[in-house]
């Protein structure tokens, strides 16, 4: 690492907020999973099909994507077949966010 940059860091990534993001996924109708690497949150993915059959990876953001104001603003999905984005949010609306991005 060079000096003078900053590691990313995970650990605003709990048990907590996994669960939050399942309830959330889950909640939405959407049909979900997870890689399983809730004890490394940098290498950790969900995947969820929205209501179009499109398919979404939901990744942790790094601590230097998250801002103070918005504390809970933890998750980005990442559409896979059309490479769309959401913005940096909370497991609600992120869930929210893929359930209602029109076709």
Same mark, same amino acid.
């Given at each position: ?15 907590? +907020? ?36 499109? +398919? ?48």
């Amino acid at each position: 690492m060079q000096k003078g940059l900053a590691m990313a860091t995970f650990g605003h990534i709990t048990p907590e +907020r996994c669960a939050q993001l399942g309830r959330a996924l889950t909640s939405a109708g959407l049909p979900w999973q997870d890689n399983g690497h809730q004890n490394r949150p940098e290498f950790l993915t969900y995947t969820a099909t929205d209501p179009h059959g499109r +398919r979404w990876t939901i990744s942790p953001a790094t601590s230097n994507q998250i801002t103070p104001s918005k504390p809970a603003s933890l998750w980005q999905a990442c559409c896979t077949e059309n490479s769309h984005s959401s913005p940096v949010s909370s497991a609600r609306a992120v869930a929210e966010y893929i359930r209602d991005l029109p076709a």
